[in-house]
């Protein structure tokens, strides 16, 4: 057990649908990751939390958003949902800021759009 | 930003034979390059890691080398064991923006 918790393990929705990911990160972590991994594109970086502040962006699509709240936890909100978003979406935690760090990663949430 | 090449995709070696893994990066700044192992329906795990000032480090059955003149580094496993097969990716930082960035993995398969 990595202690970073996802909520949902498993989402089915449909297309155009919004959904809401849950991430905890591990006591003591202000870093909080966001990737996606789908079959053939491995771990792709979606964004990245420092202490409630967005520091980073990667390949997000602007149908898709995140936030940190002052407890620590993030939530990915993924909107107007396509078949290509199906996909394993992983959070991860570090203690250190500048992505210099150990990542401890929860145990994802399975999207499948239909 | 930075972008980092893996290869090769899919690797076949006999058990207690070595694999070996590349990679390469595009951000000359980058400074920190660890290594994960995702074994089959869990969570990838940190294995080993290294920063740019040292040009190798071990742990047992594996190692990992630097050549930052190059930009590549690679992924070396000795005397392999079934549970190593897995799928592994690297990754890269400069440990300043926040990205650590992997490549696409490299599934390796342990053949008896």
């Known amino acids: 057990d990595s202690g970073v918790t996802q909520t949902p393990k498993h989402l089915i929705t449909a297309t155009g649908q919004r959904v809401t990911l849950r991430c905890s990160p591990r006591?003591?972590?202000?870093?909080v990751y966001w990737y996606q991994q789908s079959l053939d594109q491995g771990l792709q970086f979606l964004i990245q939390?420092?202490?409630?502040?967005?520091?980073a962006k990667g390949n997000i699509l602007e149908r898709f958003s995140a936030q940190q709240f002052p407890d620590l936890h993030s939530e990915l909100n993924l909107s107007s949902l396509e078949l290509g978003d199906s996909a394993l979406y992983f959070c991860?935690?570090?203690?250190?800021?500048?992505?210099?760090?150990?990542?401890?990663f929860g145990s994802g949430t399975q999207l499948s759009v239909l | 930003g930075e972008n980092v090449e893996q290869h090769p995709s899919t690797l076949s070696v006999q058990e207690g034979d070595s694999a070996v893994i590349k990679c390469t990066y595009s951000?000359?700044?980058?400074?920190?390059f660890p290594w994960y192992k995702q074994e089959l329906g869990k969570r990838p795990q940190l294995i080993i890691d290294?920063?740019?000032?040292?040009g190798e480090k071990k742990d047992q059955r594996i190692a990992v080398t630097l050549n930052k003149t190059a930009k590549h580094f690679s992924l070396h496993i000795t005397e392999t064991q079934p549970e190593d097969s897995a799928v592994y990716f690297c990754a890269a930082s400069n440990g300043r923006d926040d990205k650590i960035i992997f490549g696409k993995g490299t599934r390796l398969h342990i053949l008896p």
């Open positions: 006591s003591g972590d202000l870093s």
């Open positions: 290294i920063r740019s000032n040292v």
């Open positions: 951000d000359s700044a980058s400074n920190y």
């Open positions: 939390y420092y202490n409630g502040e967005e520091r």
């Open positions: 991860a935690s570090s203690v250190e800021a500048g992505g210099a760090g150990k990542l401890f």
